[in-house]
Structure formats: C-alpha cells, structure tokens
C-alpha cells in the first residue's frame, strides 16, 4: 500500500494551465480505471473532481480534466483562476481491494 | 442533499479506544459502500477502511487492521468505525466518505472529526 507519487508543489499565473502528474504501478493506476481526483481547500473536506480517469461529476467545473497514460495519471486545470489554488490529490482502486492516495500537490496561483 | 455529519472524536491516552459515527441523509444510504479516510496534521490524505452496502465486506489499511473495526447500521443511516488500541500516529481528522462504487471513487464526504492521541 504505497502512495502514490504527486509533484509537492506546483505553480502557475491566472490564465494559464497546469497539469498535475500522479505516478504509481501496474498494481494500481496502470492496471485499473478507477483513478480519482480531488481537490481541499484549507480547513474543509475534500471534494471530488474527477474519477474514472476522465469524468466529472455534475457541477465540477470543465477547466478540470483528467487523463492516464501507463502507470501515470495526470490532471490539468486550465483557464487557473485564484479559487483553484489548494491541495490536489489523486487515489486508486489497487489490487488486493485497497484504496491508494497520492501525497498530495500544492497548488499556488501567482 | 447528500449529508454527512461524524461525531465521536476527541482526546484519547494511547492504547485507549474510540468509536467515531457518521450520520447519513439525503440519500439511500444502504446502496452504497461507505469510507473512512483520515488525515494527520499537515499530511495528505490516507485511506482507512470500507464496509459494503450490506456491511457483509469490509476491507482494511494494513496500518489499522487488527485494530480498527468498520460497521454499519443501515436501519439508522449510519457508519461506525471502532478504534482500538490507539497509537500517537492515529491522531488526525477522519472523514467518511459515500463510494461511489466500492473501493473506486468518494463522491460526497462529511467535515471530519479530530481524533487525538496522547498521553
């Protein structure tokens, strides 16, 4: 049960797009659909913002999409606005019926 | 309105135990797995337990197993997770969490409950 690698921090200007990377094996993103994302601002829960790899639930904005390559997820925000600045975190379904996170990515809007 | 609410953190000496709660509404709760997710002070996030719609499954981290028991009431909308044996590193803000399919995504999670351990 080891988690699953995200860059600890990443940055970028209003406007522009980022993409967060979410690396793990065979035994969890590369080998199942069930890779997550989810965004935490500071002091509240996290919220979900895309699972399955690509879907978005109903109200989530569509500047957040999702994609897998291999072992590596990835999740890019474009249009960055001010709110989009928090802790992002990845999660997959991995063998052996456990849940995996990513140690999270801190995103800051300059 | 999907709505979770935990209860019963608090301050516990280690080796003591601790059964946190959450109260689910707004939805059919006993159609869903439900989790628990906790996060340290300053940490990320790490996966705790899932229990089935049913409660007949229930699936552990390897650094809670043999220690913390996951349940559910489905007649009262409501999710258990006992914890036994408490450790410092257990101290953080637990969530629940509604699966949306066992094990893969948490679509809706309650504020967290704050679990302290130390002597």
């Known amino acids: 049960q080891s988690a699953l690698t995200q860059p600890a921090s990443m940055s970028g200007s209003p406007g522009q797009s980022i993409t967060i990377s979410c690396t793990g094996t065979s035994s969890d993103v590369g080998g199942y659909k069930y890779v997550s994302w989810y965004q935490q601002h500071p002091g509240k829960a996290p919220q979900l913002l895309i699972y399955e790899v690509t879907n978005r639930p109903s109200g989530v904005s569509n500047r957040f999409s999702g994609s897998k390559s291999g072992n590596t997820a990835s999740l890019t925000i474009s249009g960055l606005q001010a709110e989009d600045e928090a802790d992002y975190y990845c999660?997959?379904?991995?063998?052996?019926?456990?849940?995996?996170f990513g140690g999270g990515t801190k995103l800051t809007v300059l | 309105e999907v709505h979770l609410l935990e209860s019963g953190g608090g301050k516990v000496q280690p080796g003591g135990s601790l059964r946190l709660s959450c109260a689910a509404s707004g939805l059919l709760f006993s159609s869903y797995a439900m989790t628990w997710v906790r996060q340290a002070p300053g940490k990320g996030l790490e996966w705790v337990s899932t229990?089935?719609?049913?409660?007949?499954?229930?699936y552990y981290a390897d650094s809670v197993k043999g220690r913390f028991t996951i349940s559910r009431d489905n007649s009262k909308s409501t999710l258990y997770l006992q914890m036994n044996s408490l450790r410092a590193e257990d101290t953080a803000v637990y969530y629940c969490?509604?699966?949306?399919?066992?094990?893969?995504?948490?679509?809706?999670w309650g504020q967290g409950t704050l679990v302290t351990v130390s002597s």
């Open positions: 229990v089935s719609d049913s409660g007949a499954s229930t």
């Open positions: 999660s997959s379904y991995a063998r052996g019926d456990t849940l995996v």
């Open positions: 969490a509604k699966d949306r399919i066992t094990i893969s995504s948490l679509d809706y």
